[in-house]
């Protein structure tokens, strides 16, 4: 359905409404004169303070301008200041004798749109600014692309300077009529286009003179009429527990009614269990009470001992929550190394937290909205439609459906920082069918035939730092020992099992995330897997000891310079890298990201191969991997 250019209804609230708090964030193309009309609609609310209206004033006397520069409200950063630009979420309020606001100022540069879509997540609605004089810019698509990500469907697009067009109606109707055809596309059903003038205030507050043609709302009249929370989430309850409290009177379980009400005697699920339990009492704090609505924090007792913790979600009414491990999200990615599919990160939703990787990504949103683009990767600031795969079966609900419960964030595993924010679309069918096949021959039985623990020594370095070598050599002297071993080598594996793979960096990822589950079985399977791969990045190599026991993982950092490695060039690809023969090339034109921490460093710049070989099983024999050393060094094939 095409969205409608008529305002939603702007009648005066009534009753309790007339105070309601209305969140709304403002974005738009950096230039485009959303602070400028903020500024008006603080000004002529009447809601500055006399000495910082007299400052502006002052400010804009002492900048040369013939008019007050009302921008001068929001940009109280320094930096703003001097750049002239607003970098960071800017939070101010006002009211009216009709309504509280709150004003959720975002960044128009590109390099800050995570930090627009976090304004999103807490809006009611969205103004949108555009210069009547430029048109719908990029930047005006992308954030209106976000708005509509972000569940924000209330949206007004502000066509200001419109003093610059001579108040032109062609000049409106082109900009209005170009965002609405997009608009449509976005499920943006209902958008409201009023022009503007935040230098003068013409449709600001007061109704212009100069534009006797339009026959809509006032932006304030429409800010006034729209509903707050419209559309952020259902009546079903939704209680993320938070922490569980013990004591001799028994269990109460916290958190915060995100959606719906609880009250004592009703029954509720626990997800992902699946338990119905019945709430017997509600507190808040020492106090108790009947009933707890939405956005309050509670602690529950329960009729019934279950198992409940941390993580886990109280739920009742319709539609119930998804559950699954694995899920359809919009993604936000937000860190200045790209995501790549398969690379593990920790995933935020609500109170839980499970390991996730990105399996798939869909399809990324070209900036120009007008198609969907494929994509092996995704770059700061890019949205992308993706599947996710997640550690455990998530409790969750569709960000349409309910918003807290349906947004995330991912997490990298090495910096601890936000990577990316994301929006449940869709739960994919879960593995819940696919089940562990339990066997009479586990690893401790396989281990004891072998007579030495299970481990994966993984090697890691350049390529010509010696990996394959040393690998060689070590299997060579435990073999003779008795010990059961086999070497994964990096190349071996890709005339087979990694054939289908480049060397991209998703292709590296992907590359070593097989390993790593093949090096998993082999330690199941009782043996020491030796492991010889460059595998660059600190990410992947943590997934690596992740999958299996702790003490079972041992790093050995191959260690030698980009200078010796290409003097050396065994298999003489550094000089084909150099001629641009080989792309993606680890040392080259690909980063190479060492251990921070591994269990043991070989330098083969001053160490020969039997030495760095002899080193690492003396580690395993002093930590009881083995139980005794090879009669005999290792030594080179008589051939080499």
Known sequence: MPPEVSA?????????????????????????????????????????????????????????????????????????????????????????????????????????TARMAAACSNADAAVLVADASRGISEQTRRHAQIVAMMGVRQVVLAVNKMDAVGFSFDAFESVSEAFLRFAGALD?????????????????????????????????????????????????????IQLVVRSDAGRRYCGTVVSGSLRAGQ??????????????????????????????????????????????????????????????????????????????????????????????????????????????HLDMNEIALCSIRLSAPLAFDLYRVCRPTGSFILIDRVTNATAGAGMFVAAEAATGNVFW??????????????????????????????????????????????????????????????????????????????????????????????????????QERRAARALVEDGEFVEIYVSASVETCERRDPKGLYRRARRGEIADFTGVSAPYEPPEAPEIVIDTETMPPETAAMQIIEWLHRHRIIASLPSAAPSAPASS
């Open 188 to 240: 943006l059903s209902r958008v409201v286009c009023i022009p503007v003038s935040a230098l003068r205030g013409d449709n600001v507050f007061q109704r212009s003179a100069a534009m006797t043609w339009f026959g809509g709302p006032t932006l304030m009249e429409c800010l006034e009429g729209l509903a707050s929370r419209a559309g952020t989430g259902s009546t079903a309850l939704r209680l993320p």
């Open 8 to 112: 939603p209804p702007c009648a005066a609230p009534t009753g309790k409404d007339e105070t309601s708090l209305l969140q709304f964030v403002t974005c738009g193309n950096v230039d485009d004169g959303k602070s400028t009309l903020v500024g008006r609609l603080l000004h002529d609310s009447g809601c500055l303070a006399e000495d910082q209206v007299a400052q502006i004033y002052a400010e804009s006397r002492r900048k040369g301008l013939g008019h007050v520069d009302f921008s001068l409200v929001f940009d109280g950063l320094e930096a703003e200041r001097e750049q002239g630009i607003t970098i960071d979420v800017a939070y101010r309020y006002f009211a009216t004798p009709r309504r509280r606001f709150t004003v959720l100022d975002a960044p128009g540069h590109q390099q800050y």
């Open 437 to 538: 096949q339990a066997l009479d021959v586990d690893k401790h039985a396989r281990t004891a035939i072998k007579g030495h623990k299970p481990c994966v020594l993984w090697l890691t370095g350049l390529s010509g730092a010696g990996k394959s070598t040393i690998a060689n050599l070590v299997e060579r002297a435990l073999s003779t020992a008795g010990v059961h071993t086999y070497v994964l080598d990096g190349d071996n594996v890709r005339h087979g099992l990694n054939k289908d793979l480049g060397f991209t960096a998703e292709d590296r990822v992907e590359n070593i995330r097989r390993i790593a589950e093949v090096a998993k079985l082999f330690v199941d399977a009782g043996l020491i897997v030796i492991v010889s791969f460059i595998s660059p990045f600190r």
């Open 267 to 376: 029954s509720v699920t626990a997800f992902p269990s699946r338990q119905t339990v019945t709430v017997t009492r509600l507190w808040a704090g020492a106090d108790p009470l009947d009933r707890v609505e939405s956005g309050h924090a509670v602690s529950v007792e329960l009729a019934e001992t279950v198992d409940i913790g941390r993580g886990m979600v109280l739920a009742s009414g319709t539609p119930a929550p998804e559950l699954s491990d694995r899920a359809t999200a919009n993604l936000l990615w937000m860190d200045q190394a790209p995501l790549l599919p398969g690379r593990e990160y920790l995933l935020r939703a609500g109170t839980s937290e499970l390991h996730a990787a990105v399996t798939r990504i869909h399809s990324k949103c070209d900036p120009d909205l007008k198609k969907h683009t494929d994509a092996r």
